[in-house]
Nanobody, 128 residues
Framework: QVQLVESGGGLVQAGGSLRLSCAAS????????MGWFRQAPGKEREFVAA????????YYAESVKGRFTISRDTAKNTGYLQMNSLKPEDTAVYYC?????????????????????WGQGTQVTVSS
């Protein structure tokens, strides 16, 4: 079983940048894909971005497209979410997740139920 640990969250002004990391431990990351989700207070957890671990195919939510970039370093078993031009509405707890089942990725990358493992989350707060 893989453990996922997020880091890099914090407080930033609108227009600023943060880079989140998601380190996989317990075993070499062998899941098919990694995703990032976020949950704001009083709202449901929503999809942000996903990446196929081998090959690097990426997907983004419309709300972050052009501002956020998902990437991974396979040698370090670590995924990243570079967030630029941050807005107050990006404020949320950000979670990374691992998807094991390859057959689910391309049609379900944005669905929480497709992911098998989750990190504990890291808080991102964007002030106006």
């Amino acid at each position: 079983q893989v453990q996922l640990v997020e880091s890099g969250g914090g407080l930033v002004q609108a227009g600023g940048s943060l880079r989140l990391s998601c380190a996989a431990s317990g075993r070499t990351f062998s899941s098919y894909a990694m995703g990032w989700f976020r949950q704001a207070p009083g709202k449901e957890r929503e999809f942000v971005a996903a990446i196929r671990w081998s090959g690097g195919t990426t997907y983004y939510a419309e709300s972050v497209k052009g501002r956020f970039t998902i990437s991974r370093d396979t040698a370090k078993n670590t995924g990243y979410l570079q967030m630029n031009s941050l807005k107050p509405e990006d404020t949320a707890v950000y979670y990374c997740a691992a998807l094991d089942r390859a057959e689910l990725f391309y049609s379900n990358y944005g669905r929480r139920g497709a992911y098998d493992y989750w990190g504990q989350g890291t808080q991102v707060t964007v002030s106006s």
